[in-house]
């Protein structure tokens, strides 16, 4: 199965847009194939926090508000590992990839043993074109979700507008190199 990228900015031009390119762009280097899943254009709500904070997510490990998590759910269950590719919103994740990785937690850190997730490489990336401010804390709460699941982490990148031109060719390299471990096993 190819590598899932979720990419989370509804700017298709920007420098979260030209992150989730270096990823593709580094596993492809490998010989990996990838997809890349918009989570802005799947229409994915928020967690109702069902049955006192803990519905069919815990005991069946789906959820029960139907819209496009269900498909994105699947795509990432089913991939040989995951990219998360975000723009740094107030030092977080942006909201369509909160919504998601929320649901993915709910659905997913009961599990016992952890699978199909659990273990599978996880590359994280986090894009701060304001300020550039608030990368740690981002990252920070991408590896969280990366824990809860039980994905192993790959890397963990922070970008800048300022950083830009040299992160994106890190993010290919971590990227082909994240391609042949997974060529490699």
């Known amino acids: ?6 990419s989370s900015s509804p700017n298709t031009d920007g420098l979260t847009a030209a992150c989730a390119s270096a990823v593709a762009s580094g596993l492809g280097e490998s010989g990996v194939s990838s997809r890349e899943i918009r989570l ?5 709500g928020l967690c109702r926090q ?14 029960q508000v ?9 795509a990432v269950l089913e991939a040989d590992a ?16 909160k919504a998601f990785t929320d649901r993915l937690r709910r659905c997913e850190a009961t599990k016992q043993p952890k699978e199909p997730l659990g273990g599978k490489r996880i ?14 804390s ?3 709460q991408i590896e969280r979700v990366a824990t809860h699941i039980g994905m192993k982490r790959h890397d963990l990148i922070g970008v800048t507008r300022w950083t830009q031109k040299h992160q994106l060719d890190a993010i290919r390299k971590s990227a082909r190199a994240l391609g042949e471990t997974l060529a490699g096993s």
């Not at 590359?123 to 740690?136: D, E, I, P, R």
């Open 66 to 74: 139907a819209d496009g998590f269900q498909t994105v759910h699947k």
């Open 123 to 136: 590359l994280c990336v986090a894009a701060a074109g304001g300020s550039g401010g608030g990368l740690l």
């Open 82 to 97: 995951l990219a998360i590719v975000t723009p740094v919103y107030f030092g977080e994740m942006s909201e369509s990839m």
């Open 138 to 140: 981002c990252l920070e």
């Open 40 to 44: 802005t254009d799947s229409h994915i």
């Open 1 to 6: 199965m190819p590598v899932i990228i979720l």
């Open 50 to 63: 069902c049955d006192n904070g803990w519905g069919p997510c815990r005991s069946e490990h789906s959820c």
